[in-house]
């Protein structure tokens, strides 16, 4: 079994729709980042949270370090909103390094 | 955007031949990683480096070796490289805050195919 699970794998939405990317992982982290990856590759980090929620523009980012879980919210999806995100994870025995989940790939209707 | 910069962006190789990927940043960064992606698989770490010839192993390190002579400069080498190393390899960096790892940015990606 994967330590970073992500749900789901594959998502498709309409325009304008709230959509919810959930993260849980099996180990103690000290850190765990949302990453997205556009269909030309590249990977931009979105937020790295250790407690609470995190919001940048129509993101927001949540995190239950007692119940192991993150969501990825984004509000009024757009079109170029479709890409993979991804779920990573600094578990506390690893020191810097991250452990990645597979990947959620967003595609948003107009 | 951070400046990172991976030569080359593609290459194809032939089975047995070396192979030498560069990552190269203006950050001024402390930790550099190399990751391959590959369907099915999340991003997986290869080698990171936290300074100036320090260098670690990560989780799919067989095969591969790692250099960093100067803060700017992470290479990855493929001694003899195999199909099963065909791949999508992104490098990234990393500052250290409060004692430990910031948020990662990665580069572009390069991307190699073993015949």
């Known amino acids: 079994k994967n330590e970073v699970e992500q749900s789901p794998q594959n998502l498709t939405a309409q325009e304008g729709e709230f959509i919810t990317i959930n993260c849980s992982y099996s180990?103690?982290?000290?850190?765990l980042h949302w990453l997205q990856q556009h269909p030309g590759g590249g990977i931009v980090s979105l937020f790295m949270?250790?407690?609470g929620k995190k919001k940048h523009g129509r993101l927001i980012a949540t995190i239950n370090i007692q119940e192991k879980h993150s969501s990825l919210h984004i509000t009024a999806s757009h079109p170029r909103d479709s890409a993979v995100y991804i779920c990573?994870?600094?578990?506390?025995?690893?020191?810097?390094?991250?452990?990645f989940g597979t990947g959620t790939r967003l595609a948003v209707r107009p | 955007d951070a400046g990172i910069t991976q030569s080359p962006r593609h290459k194809v190789t032939e089975t047995g031949t070396p192979v030498t990927l560069r990552c190269h940043q203006t950050?001024?960064?402390?930790?550099m990683y190399w990751y391959r992606q590959d369907p099915g698989h999340g991003l997986r770490l290869i080698h990171y480096?936290?300074?100036?010839?320090?260098?670690d192993k990560g989780e799919v390190s067989d095969g591969y070796s790692v250099s960093r002579s100067k803060t700017e400069d992470f290479l990855l080498t493929l001694e003899s490289a195999t199909s099963s190393q065909t791949s999508v390899y992104f490098c990234?960096?990393?500052?250290?805050?409060?004692?430990?790892?910031?948020?990662?940015?990665f580069g572009p990606g390069t991307r190699l195919t073993v015949l």
């Open positions: 990234a960096i990393s500052e250290s805050i409060a004692g430990g790892p910031s948020e990662q940015f």
């Open positions: 180990v103690g982290i000290s850190a």
């Open positions: 949270l250790s407690s």
């Open positions: 990573a994870v600094r578990k506390k025995s690893s020191g810097d390094k991250l452990t």
């Open positions: 950050e001024n960064h402390r930790y």
């Open positions: 480096s936290y300074g100036v010839k320090d260098t």
